[in-house]
Structures are given as C-alpha cells and as structure tokens.
T-cell receptor
C-alpha cells in the first residue's frame, strides 16, 4: 500500500526563522513527488521533484529529493506570516503506465508568528 | 480561464437526502479526481477518472457514485447522505500522463449532513 508520511505534524516559528519540513514516501513505481501549500481553501502546487539531488527553488522556498532514502524536504528561509499554511506532500501511484492517483501525507501545519 | 470550478460552495443535507456535486475544468485535462478532506485525515481520494469514459475507485468510494459526463465535467453523487459524509470535497484535474501529475484543485464544497 502506498504511504506518504510527513513530519512534524505542526510547527510554530517566528518571522525570519528557517524551517525544514519532511516527507518520507513509499509509492508504487515512483515517478515524482509533489509539494502543495494549502491556506484556507484549495491546495496550490509548489514543486514537482523527479530526480535525486536536484534542488528546486522558488523565492524563499526550496525542495530536494533523495530517491535512495525515499525522502524529500521542503525548506523555507526568512519565513513570513504569509507562509502560515498546511504543507502537503504527495506521491503519484502508477496504475497501468500513467500516474492517475496521488497519495497525500496528512500535512504539516506551519504557523509563523510576527 | 476559470481553471477548476465546483458547485455548490456550501450545502446542508439531512440524513438520507441525495445530492450531486458538480465539477468542471477548462484546461483540457484528461484526468479528474474527487477528494474529501477531514480534520486529522488529510486528503483522501474518493474516485478518479483517468480519461473521458473511465472511472475508478479511490481510497474511500463507499456511499458515492461518479459520472464523467464529458472531458470537462466530473460529478460526484451522494445517493443517501450520512453524517459521516460531512466533509470538505475537492475536485481536481491533471494532465495525467507520464511524469507530470501536477493537479489543479477547485475551491471546494463544504458539506454538512445532519
């Protein structure tokens, strides 16, 4: 059974801190791992990672994948209150040659205090 | 482009009533999905449609039916609502081919079953 586990489940930091969110996964026929940010409404896409050791970066957010250890991290530097959200990690499952499903972790609730 | 749209945004039902949640996407995506999100449980897949004319069960399909009406539209039906189906429902769509399984989410429907 596919499994995606995120840690910590919640985290409270002060503005300006750097945070690291973790995601470990076991999915059938791994192809990619995705990170989403969810504020009050729907999840929005952050990154898709397919190759080990190659960092994806967007502003203060970055993410990297370790396919050998089945692990990914999401880093946020110089956090701002607007970074407060639930961060979701997800792994597509392969059924018959294409990626049609996503198995989500339960998410990390990040709270950034001023 | 509107992306993924869902109707209604909110709904209150009595136990035993039926209703259909509507979803449409204008991104010409092949695959569409229905998720439910409950506190502490994360996002769980109810049903998905890899392409027009096909549907498959996800993790929690009991009590639901779906229809992929055409490439744009994917509806979720509750035939006899139960309090356990109180949740936030998200529809999503994705290109669903090869490595690229980024999914775009609709704004969600908050359903309460009394």
């Amino acid at each position: 059974e596919d499994k995606v586990v995120q840690s910590p489940l919640s985290l409270v930091v002060h503005e300006g801190d750097t945070v690291t969110l973790n995601c470990s996964y076991e999915v059938t026929n791994f192809r990619s791992l995705l990170w989403y940010k969810q504020e009050k409404k729907a999840p929005t896409f952050l990154f898709m990672l397919t190759s080990s050791g190659i960092e994806k970066k967007s502003g203060r957010l970055s993410s990297i994948l370790d396919k050998k250890e089945l692990f990914s991290i999401l880093n946020i530097t110089a956090t701002q209150t607007g970074d407060s959200a639930v961060y979701l990690c997800a792994g597509p499952s392969n059924s018959g040659g294409s990626n049609y499903k996503l198995t989500f972790g339960k998410g990390t609730l990040l709270t950034v205090n001023p | 482009n509107a992306g993924v749209t869902q109707t209604p945004k909110f709904q209150v039902l009595k136990t035993g009533q039926s209703m259909t949640l509507q979803c449409a996407q204008d991104m010409n995506h092949n695959s569409m999905y229905w998720y439910r999100q409950d506190p502490g449980m994360g996002l769980r897949l109810i049903y998905y449609s890899a392409s027009e004319g096909t549907t498959d069960k996800g993790e929690v399909p009991n009590g639901y039916n779906v229809s992929r009406l055409n490439k744009r539209e994917f509806s979720l039906r509750l035939e006899s609502a139960a309090p356990s189906q109180t949740s936030v429902y998200f529809c999503a769509s994705g290109s669903g081919t090869g490595l690229y399984n980024e999914q775009f989410f609709g704004p969600g429907t908050r359903l309460t079953v009394l």
